[in-house]
């Protein structure tokens, strides 16, 4: 407590608000939310899963799409859900994690790359708790992760974008310069290059996962430099609005982003986590889960294209659809040679394929990206 | 690809321009509370208050201008809080205004839910007849939205208020001399009320400008961090509503200078120009404070101490 108390009478007050603010401020952003609990199932074990947030759930985003996979997922009968939002990365997250364990919940997912060391620190302490982290490497007999190849969409999405250009430059709002979004870009680029092989791909870093204004600003000098059509890796719709209100295209994540700029947005590349989802509660609850590594695709169905608007010509339709069931029945994949690095020089020889290792830790741009990865 | 380098530097400070209104908006309401000696440092709780509100108003009723003044009113009402607490109760101003953030962080996130994913009516951009067609000077500061020729408004009015009129004078010696004040007759606790409400209209409005005009949409902690931006841009600006105006300007200038050197593709290390805003704020608060070492940069003399007339 503050040294500047005046007397006891005027702390009492300060005291009342600061609790109200702080209880306050987890009715909005932060207590857990518990579900009505639901009978179990005759059979199996009853599944309590707790959910784990970076941001809250009104972010339009990330987040957004592992709540409604949550709400599909607490429909089973034998389940029940729970969920904190805007968790800290770091040590509160370990603060919110271990509260779940105490609570009882026997399978536990945590939705940010930063929750890795915290899942693993809290998992260690509770064996008997099934733990999934989202977007890490590091695992554990009773912690396993999952991803999804957002990059296969985002390619599909750079081909759109490609056939939609006129000014042959395209704009992308990078977030943070680590291996997924850089994995995105690359993804993206080489989508538009095979279809329009001029297209230049300029790209701003915001470093940031989380503010309109300078994402809306970000894609605003793209679009200043001539970009037609704006991607983005953030979580919130800004630079579509942006794209929106200067008559240009954009390419939504995450989730459907049309609502917020239906004049400009052609499709998204989202993802489905209730596939996942799914699948880790019917192994808990059936007695058959163990530890793995999940980096599911379009052919799992986790990752996906959001509806096309009425702005994405059949022709263009038809392609992207081919080049999808092409993905979808393992004949070909996005990191297929020849691919070249920004600097020209063969990254991936004709006819090879960038195996997993190299795609999850890709520090590299391909060619036709303009700009650096900031060191 | 060619671009063209005059249109760059055009398109530069327009955006200079946009991204320094929000703050300039809260920045301006600060000035006057600390200048009554209330420090408040709830600015992102009651943006985020002002940028719901002014929201769900904006879409209730369809119209963005009902959205501004609902916002205003929404701040005001929302630091009274801060007003009664650190006045009337004489507490702690450090605390109270953390409390104001915390709470205002929660009481938008409640209240935001039903609005999310929702496409509000906003400020568009147009061009005000005959100013937009100076060359530069029109495109930069003529083709904006309405809430930024309200702050043109606002912010020489803000200067005239302080220091041409009675109301100003009051309003600084509250905050250098409160007992002083107090026995020319001046209500202290009057003065310190209206200024922190002002204070709290005025980071509304400019929370309002992130859910009205920059995007037309309410995201949760959609302020990102202004309201501490801007308390450091009080100090730069010397509690001076002129000079608000251009730390405001230079401040989002240097952000859409890195933005745009990256979309070009210049090969600058991209660390460096994330730099920039902070080493040019670094930079002239050093110039500016040199300069006027002597008048002691202009801190308010009894900011951040309540007022008790018993006390003397």
Redesign the interface.
């Known amino acids: 407590m503050s040294r500047q108390w005046r007397s006891a009478a005027f702390t009492v007050p300060a005291v009342f608000l600061v609790v109200a603010a702080l209880a306050l401020a987890g009715c909005g952003g932060g207590a857990p939310e518990e579900a009505a609990p639901e009978a179990a199932a005759s059979e199996g074990v009853a599944v309590k899963a707790a959910f784990v947030y970076v941001s809250p759930v009104g972010d339009a985003g990330w987040t957004l799409a592992h709540d409604n996979a949550r709400l599909k997922i607490d429909e089973l009968d034998y389940v029940e859900t729970a969920y904190t939002e805007a968790v800290p990365e770091g040590a509160d997250a370990e603060r919110t994690i271990s509260q779940y364990v105490r609570q009882g919940y026997n399978l536990i997912f945590t939705t940010s790359f930063g929750y890795m060391d915290p899942t693993i620190t809290v998992a260690a302490t509770a064996p008997e708790v099934t733990f999934m982290h989202c977007s890490g490497f590091k695992t554990a007999a009773n912690v396993g992760t999952y991803f999804g190849r957002m990059y296969q969409p985002r390619y599909l999405t750079g081909m759109i974008a490609g056939k939609m250009t006129k000014s042959k430059v395209l704009g992308y709002v990078a977030a943070h310069p680590i291996p997924e979004v850089i994995r995105g870009l690359n993804a993206f680029a080489l989508g538009a290059r095979s279809v329009n092989p001029d297209v230049k791909v300029h790209v701003v870093w915001t470093q940031t996962w989380y503010d309109p204004a300078k994402e809306r600003e970000a894609a605003e000098s793209l679009l200043d430099i001539g970009a037609d059509v704006i991607a983005q890796h953030q979580d919130t719709p800004a630079p579509q609005q942006a794209a929106e209100k200067r008559g240009n295209y954009s390419i939504g994540y995450n989730s459907d982003m049309s609502s917020f700029a239906p004049a400009a947005h052609l499709t998204a590349p989202v993802w489905n986590w209730e596939v996942i989802y799914r699948k880790v509660v019917d192994e808990v609850h059936n007695g058959t889960w163990t530890s793995y590594q999940y980096w599911g695709g379009l052919d799992d169905g986790v990752v996906g294209l959001a509806p096309y608007s009425d702005l994405v010509p059949q022709e263009v339709r038809d392609m992207v659809e081919a080049k999808k069931a092409e993905i979808v029945a393992g004949d070909w994949d996005v990191f297929t040679g020849p691919i070249n690095n920004a600097a020209g020089e063969v990254w991936v020889a004709d006819g090879e394929s960038m195996a997993d290792g190299d795609m999850l830790g890709m520090k590299d741009l391909v060619e036709g990206v303009v700009g650096t990865v900031p060191e | 690809?060619e671009?063209d380098l005059g249109?760059?530097v055009v398109?530069i400070l327009q955006?200079a321009v946009?991204?320094g209104t929000?703050i300039l908006f809260v920045c301006i309401g600060e000035i006057y509370a600390e200048r009554s000696g209330v420090l408040n440092v709830g600015l992102e709780g009651m943006m985020l208050v002002g940028a719901i509100a002014g929201f769900t108003a904006g879409f209730t009723v369809g119209n963005p201008v009902v959205g501004v003044i609902v916002a205003a009113a929404a701040g005001a009402a929302f630091s009274l809080?801060h007003a009664f607490?650190t006045i009337t109760?004489?507490?702690?101003q450090?605390?109270?205004g953390l409390?104001?953030t915390?709470?205002g962080?929660?009481?938008?996130?409640?209240?935001?839910?039903a609005m999310?994913?929702q496409?509000g009516p906003g400020f568009?951009?147009f061009a005000v007849p005959g100013l937009a067609k100076i060359p530069v000077l029109g495109t930069v500061f003529f083709q904006q939205d309405a809430m930024v020729y309200l702050s043109y408004v606002v912010v020489p009015i803000a200067w005239w208020v302080m220091y041409k009129t009675h109301l100003g004078l009051a309003i600084r010696s509250v905050g250098e001399s409160p007992a002083t004040a107090d026995s020319l007759g001046v209500s202290v606790t009057r003065i310190r009320y209206g200024c922190v409400l002002f204070g709290g209209a005025m980071a509304g409005v400019g929370g309002a400008y992130?859910s009205l005009a920059?995007?037309?949409?309410?995201?949760?902690?959609?302020s990102?961090?202004?309201g501490w931006i801007t308390l450091a841009l009080v100090i730069f600006a010397g509690w001076n509503p002129a000079r608000a105006a251009l730390g405001a300007y230079l401040f989002g200038g240097a952000?859409?200078l890195q933005?745009?050197i990256?979309?070009?593709?210049l090969?600058i290390?991209?660390?460096f120009l994330?730099m920039l805003p902070y080493v040019l704020t670094i930079t002239i608060l050093v110039l500016a404070s040199r300069a006027s070492l002597r008048r002691r940069l202009g801190a308010p003399a009894a900011l951040g101490i309540?007022y008790?007339r018993e006390e003397r």
């Open positions: 690809m671009v249109v760059l398109a955006a946009r991204s929000p809080i607490v109760l004489r507490a702690d450090i605390v109270s409390t104001l915390i709470l962080t929660g009481i938008s996130g409640f209240f935001g839910k999310i994913g496409v568009d951009k992130l920059y995007t037309t949409m309410w995201i949760e902690q959609m990102g961090g202004r952000d859409a933005l745009r990256q979309a070009v593709g090969d290390p991209t660390y994330m309540p008790a």
